[in-house]
Nanobody
Framework: QVQLVESGGGLVQAGGSLTLSCAASGSIRSIGTMGWYRQAPGKQRELVAV???????NSVDSVKGRFAISRDNAKNTVYLQMNSLKPADTAVYYCNAEIWSGWGALRPYWGQGTQVTVSS
C-alpha cells in the first residue's frame, strides 16, 4: 500500500504565502513525476505544477513567478511554495505521484486534498 499525506493548507489573506507538503510512504521502490493539482468549486481539476524525477518542472501559466515546486527524494516528499496568493488560487490542492512498488508498472496515487482559501 502507498499513501500520500498532505499538509500546509489553510486560510491566508491575498498577497500572503503558504507552503504545502506531501509525503509518500508505504511500498515504494521508486517515484517518478510528483506534482500538485487543484480543484476550485464548480471547476475541473487542473495541473498546478509537476516535477520529474530528473528535476524538470512544468507549471500552469497563472502561477509562474509566484509558486515554486520542489522535491526531496530522500524523504519522498514534494513541496509547493505559494507566494503572492490571490483569491483565484482558492481551491482544494491535491498531491499526485507516480510510484513503482517493485512490480507491474508505475501507478498514479493521489493525496486526500488540502484546502487553500485566499481572502481578499
Amino acid at each position: 500500500q502507498v499513501q500520500l499525506v498532505e499538509s500546509g493548507g489553510g486560510l491566508v489573506q491575498a498577497g500572503g504565502s503558504l507552503t504545502l507538503s506531501c509525503a509518500a510512504s508505504g511500498s515504494i521502490r521508486s517515484i517518478g513525476t510528483m506534482g500538485w493539482y487543484r480543484q476550485a468549486p464548480g471547476k475541473q481539476r487542473e495541473l498546478v505544477a509537476v516535477v520529474t524525477s530528473g528535476g524538470s518542472i512544468n507549471s500552469v501559466d497563472s502561477v509562474k513567478g509566484r509558486f515554486a515546486i520542489s522535491r526531496d527524494n530522500a524523504k519522498n516528499t514534494v513541496y509547493l511554495q505559494m507566494n503572492s496568493l490571490k483569491p483565484a488560487d482558492t481551491a482544494v490542492y491535491y498531491c499526485n505521484a507516480e510510484i513503482w512498488s517493485g512490480w507491474g508498472a508505475l501507478r498514479p496515487y493521489w493525496g486526500q486534498g488540502t484546502q487553500v482559501t485566499v481572502s481578499s
